[in-house]
């Protein structure tokens, strides 16, 4: 389970960035939609006043803007609707710029008044900045500069536009530039709230998971293997010593001991496994079915941390101590009930190594005497 931090905190295994963007976008397209109906709605009443004029082609463009205002008004309640396509968003997004260029070009073709051009321009560059992914942007920009160029060719023009061309290639490059920056600041966006959502779940130190990870991983490990029948079982692993290493080398050395300990462990450990630093100088392992013994788990620690050592054998011999526990299918117990029993062991093991049984806080129990 390495990568079952980010699935809590909400992070999509494959690709985080377009699931985010494809929500947004989808959210709010139908207020896009709806903002370029109106505009193609402003579009049919400026061609029905030069319909009025008899300026030839008026009409007509008066009557495909209004049933393009239509057909966007319609979209964008199909898109409200349709709460669970957001996959779908660049696509639609793009058909939805692509229908509102669409009037502006055919009024062009039709009055040859090349201030329709204008229209066309600020809905591919505005809109498509703030809606679409620069692949897609690129695709619609490419399909509404050809609608416009063969437009220029069909409409009666005396000379080509040049300023209107360098003004709407302008725009576009702007729309570009916009588009990328948008997408680069969505990363960086997505990429602090990652940070910052694991921050709250994993140990800064270790990169292991930390309480409140181990809360949220452990008791759904729990949930789902007794949904499955199978077992749980958890070790709590504490370094000896590590306080005399603190007082000794400094705390840089202690955290250098604490990183080798959670380093050995995640190497051992199998990837189904859940590794928390549960404190100072403790760790926990929760895992499906009987878990490792905690004497091997102890001796495999200890030759690994050997292998390198982090500070002298002087100052530190590598010695964990380890207890574990396991809850069966049938058990009611819970992950709190797992912990303490693991928690329970490690310090019986502890106390028994060192010649008596010992409460937490390290103290000598008093023995009973026999034959009192």
């Known amino acids: 389970m390495r990568d079952d931090i980010a699935l809590v905190v909400g992070a999509d295994p494959g690709n985080p960035d ?7 976008v989808w959210s709010t397209l139908p207020a896009i939609a709806c903002g370029l109906a109106g505009w193609t709605a402003i579009g049919s009443l400026l061609a029905t006043v030069q319909a009025f004029n008899d300026q030839p082609g008026a009409l007509l463009t008066a009557v495909t803007a209004l049933l393009t205002t239509v057909v966007l008004a319609a ?41 329709w051009s204008l229209g066309a321009v600020v809905a591919m560059t505005a809109a498509g900045a703030l809606l679409l992914s620069i692949r897609w942007l ?29 003004g709407a290639a302008a725009l576009t490059a702007l729309g570009v530039v916009v588009c990328v920056s948008r997408r680069h600041l969505v990363q960086a966006l997505a990429r602090a709230e990652e940070t910052a959502a ?4 994993r140990d800064s130190l270790t990169g292991l998971a930390n309480r409140r990870g181990l809360s949220m991983l452990g008791q759904q490990m729990v949930e789902v293997a007794r949904r499955q029948g199978d077992a749980v079982h958890c070790v709590y692993v504490d370094i000896d010593q590590l306080a005399h ?7 840089d050395a202690g955290d250098e001991v604490v990183v ?6 995640r190497s051992m450990t199998r990837s189904t496994d859940v590794v928390a630093r549960w404190g100072g100088d403790e760790f926990c392992v929760i895992g499906p079915g009987a878990g490792m013994a905690p004497i091997e788990l102890e001796r495999r620690i200890r030759e690994r941390v050997m292998q390198n050592p982090p500070v002298p054998d002087a100052v530190w011999s590598p010695r964990v101590c380890a207890g574990g526990a396991m809850l069966a299918p049938w058990d009611s117990g819970t992950m709190d009930t797992l912990l303490g029993k693991a928690d ?17 806080s390290g103290q000598a129990q008093e023995q009973p005497q026999s034959g009192s």
């Open 18 to 24: 377009d699931v985010r963007r494809d929500a947004a």
């Open 75 to 115: 979209l964008a309640g199909v898109v409200k609707l349709r709460v669970s396509l957001s996959r779908w968003a660049d696509p639609v997004a793009a058909a939805t710029i692509a229908i509102a260029a669409a009037p502006f070009v055919v009024g062009l073709a039709l009055t040859s008044d090349v201030a």
């Open 138 to 166: 690129v695709v619609t920009l490419y399909a509404v500069w050809l609608g416009w160029l063969i437009a220029l060719a069909v409409a009666d023009l005396r000379e080509w536009p040049l300023m209107w061309l360098a």
């Open 198 to 201: 694991l921050a709250s779940v």
């Open 245 to 251: 290493v603190n007082e000794v080398a400094g705390h």
């Open 260 to 265: 080798a300990v959670a380093d050995a462990l």
């Open 344 to 360: 329970q062991e490690m310090y019986l093991r502890r106390a028994l190594r060192r010649g008596g049984p010992r409460s937490r």
